[in-house]
């Protein structure tokens, strides 16, 4: 029959062993288990003295508690707990313990005061204990690896979930600089790097950089490709560089593995996404302000440019005038003036859009105030000259060409300001061309003289001024309508119905574009006096 | 390297309070560790950290955290945080330190017991 006393020495066995695997599961880390498993033992242990050993190969042994490095003993191999006497020194009693070729420990009692040998209770006892080391450090193992695992497994989920925000938050930023520094905040964060910086250069010329978390003084060739992240975006002219230097680890530095580049490369193309987007929202933006300005140049143009032509006795008159994207440089009027005289005035501006429709607008401006002093014409180009010259840039000018008819008599006062001649066809087909002089109005402001020149219409002469849209205007392989071609329609066209001659003008000059858009504006005023 | 994060201490009743201000990382991790270490082993069970200008942390402070955490857990102490940015916290939910420690809106709720 067991004994009382049998269960009370088992009972205590267990509930020591029990406590025991307690403490030592509560271990920190590697160290703190040893330590706690000495202490362990010192405590159920009267008046004995130990040492802890451990070995990786089970060739050396290095004593680990107390910590000595100098002392390094050996022990027999096994591949279980054994419990042996007298080694590694006289009178003492040792445990061996293998985990696997790695890992082993040794227990060594010594100093037994009370009885000169261990005996088989000594014996067994180290066995237990054994035992629960043995026991102990596998649950460690096993409860630190899947710490371990875990923390792992939550820390990706963490960078992916990082990635996920940060794109977000890149993609809401305006500013540039906030954009850099925040991507690289997260790029070193993310990849455990000590620090980092971003090098910005424009066409290879530096322009600033950003640091994490301080700034440092940075020679690119004092790290390696294991100790330095680089990443770099380039958009436009501009080159942005990411450096990621040293990551950090509990043990010191280590090197960078493929997963911080993954996301070092992540973060960068985020990064250069968000610029894309920004650029495009300023392009998109730029061009909806164009598209305002354009409008309010049509508006300017339609204000300016007369829808009709005036109906004047003993004359046919007609005009068109189409421009060549929303707002053209052209322009064109037939002015009644005071003295019953009308001016036809073709004009074309250099450039499109807003600056040109400006100054046409300043042309008309002018043109309506003078026109009516009764100035000499060349006085009035000259005039005309300074405002325009005044009013437009280096690279505008104004060619102009206006002819003052008399309607009673056909006379015809003309200046020519630099425009294209034009084409005079009498009653006898005879063609002529009108040059008239001067230079393009707002080329030069020195003085020099504008010359005008006087004839008359006769009856069945016909007049016609336009742009160099028309003779210019292309075809989808860039052939031009040609001065020969329409020369030719104007002098072969009859009956002689301005209205009718302009439509089929216009048929003719779209009938050639084809396909290709119309490069100029075509503009032309046809008088007629039959 | 020269440290980056910088932090304050004091004691407000039984509970320490530590202000951070710069990146926890390893090295910050330390000197938050160090600093609530030297604390808690004259007695302190209650320790709040204060954020509000430490926005970024790398996952080897994290784990530095954690092992605050689990120090305070074993003495029956804890852990509480306050003043965090929202990605800070997020990214503290993820890792489960919440699943230990607090997140609480001053120290005043803690000294009042209302956390």
Redesign the interface.
Same mark, same amino acid.
């Given at each position: 029959m067991f004994s009382n006393y049998n269960i009370d020495k088992l009972d205590f066995h267990f509930n020591t062993f029990q406590e025991g695997l307690n403490v030592l599961l *509560?271990s920190?880390n590697k160290k703190d288990f040893e330590e706690k498993f000495v202490q362990f033992l010192k405590d159920h242990l009267d008046e004995i003295q130990l040492k802890l050993y451990y070995s990786t190969d089970k060739l050396i042994w290095n004593q680990v508690s107390p910590s000595d490095n100098n002392n390094s003993v050996k022990f027999p191999l096994s591949d279980s707990i054994q419990i042996i006497e007298n080694i590694p020194f006289q009178k003492c009693l040792s445990a061996v313990i293998p985990f696997d070729q790695n890992e082993n420990y040794a227990i060594v009692l010594f100093d037994k005061q009370k009885l000169t040998k261990f005996d088989d209770v000594d014996k067994l006892n180290l066995k237990l204990f054994a035992q629960l080391l043995y026991n102990g450090y596998i649950t460690f193992q096993k409860i630190k690896n899947e710490k371990e695992l875990?923390?792992s497994l939550?820390?990706r989920?963490?960078q992916m979930?990082?990635l996920i925000?940060t794109g977000i938050e890149l993609a809401r930023l305006d500013n540039v600089s906030k954009l850099i520094s925040l991507s690289l905040?997260?790029a070193? *964060?993310?990849t455990?790097s *000590?620090?980092g910086v971003v090098i910005i250069s424009r066409n290879d010329v530096y322009q600033e950089s950003a640091y994490?978390?301080?700034q440092f003084e940075f020679v690119r060739e004092n790290y390696s490709s294991k100790n330095m992240i680089h990443s770099e975006i380039n958009h436009q002219d501009i080159k942005i560089e990411y450096f990621l230097i040293e990551k950090? *680890?509990?043990n010191g530095i280590i090197n960078f593995d493929e997963t911080d580049y993954l996301l070092a490369n992540a973060i960068t193309r985020q990064v250069a996404a968000a610029l894309q987007n920004d650029y495009l929202v300023h392009q998109l933006i730029d061009k909806q302000k164009i598209e305002k300005e354009l409008e309010l140049a049509a508006e300017i143009q339609r204000i300016i440019i007369p829808e009709t032509v005036p109906e004047i006795e003993g004359y046919k008159v007609a005009g068109i005038n189409i421009p060549s994207k929303e707002v053209g440089g052209d322009y064109y009027d037939v002015i009644k003036l005071k003295d019953g005289r009308y001016a036809f005035v073709v004009a074309d501006v250099t450039g499109k859009g807003v600056p040109a429709a400006l100054l046409v607008s300043t042309l008309n401006a002018a043109l309506t105030a003078y026109i009516d002093q009764a100035i000499p014409l060349s006085d009035l180009g000259a005039k005309l000259n300074s405002i325009i010259y005044k009013a437009s840039t280096r690279d505008k000018f104004i060619t102009f060409f206006i002819a003052i008819l008399t309607p009673e008599n056909g006379n015809l006062e003309i200046l020519n300001a630099g425009h294209n001649p034009s084409m005079l066809l009498n009653s006898k087909g005879e063609l002529k061309f009108i040059e008239a002089g001067g230079l393009a109005l707002g080329m030069f402001d020195m003085g020099i003289p504008f010359s005008s020149q006087s004839l008359t219409l006769k009856k069945g002469d016909r007049l016609l001024l336009f742009s160099d849209g028309i003779p210019e205007a292309m075809d989808e392989n860039d052939e031009e309508f040609s001065d020969e071609r329409f020369e030719k329609l104007f002098t072969d066209y009859t009956p002689e119905d301005p209205g009718k001659f302009i439509d089929k003008l216009l048929k003719q000059v779209k009938s050639h574009a084809g396909s290709a858009p119309q490069s100029d504006d075509i503009t032309a005023l046809y008088l007629y006096k039959p | #390297?020269?440290a /980056?994060l910088s932090l304050s201490s004091k004691v407000q009743s039984d509970l320490l309070i530590i202000e951070t201000d =710069?990146?926890i990382?390893?090295q910050g991790g330390e000197k938050i560790a160090a600093e609530a270490y030297k604390h808690i082993d004259q007695g302190i069970k209650k320790v709040l950290l204060d954020l509000d200008k430490s926005?970024?942390?790398?996952?080897?402070g994290i784990?530095i955290l954690? /092992?605050i955490i689990?120090?305070l857990d074993?003495i029956d102490g804890k852990l509480f945080f306050t003043n965090l940015d929202p990605?800070v916290e997020?990214?503290f939910n993820? #890792? =489960?330190l919440f699943q230990f420690a607090d997140k609480v809106e001053s120290a005043e709720n803690i000294i009042n017991g209302s956390d």
């Open positions: *509560s920190k875990i923390f939550n820390n989920i963490m979930n990082t925000d905040e997260r070193v *964060s993310l455990n *000590s620090k994490f978390p301080i950090e *680890s509990r | #390297m020269d /980056e =710069g990146y990382n390893n926005k970024i942390v790398n996952s080897i784990s954690i /092992e689990e120090k074993d990605t997020k990214t993820i #890792m =489960g």
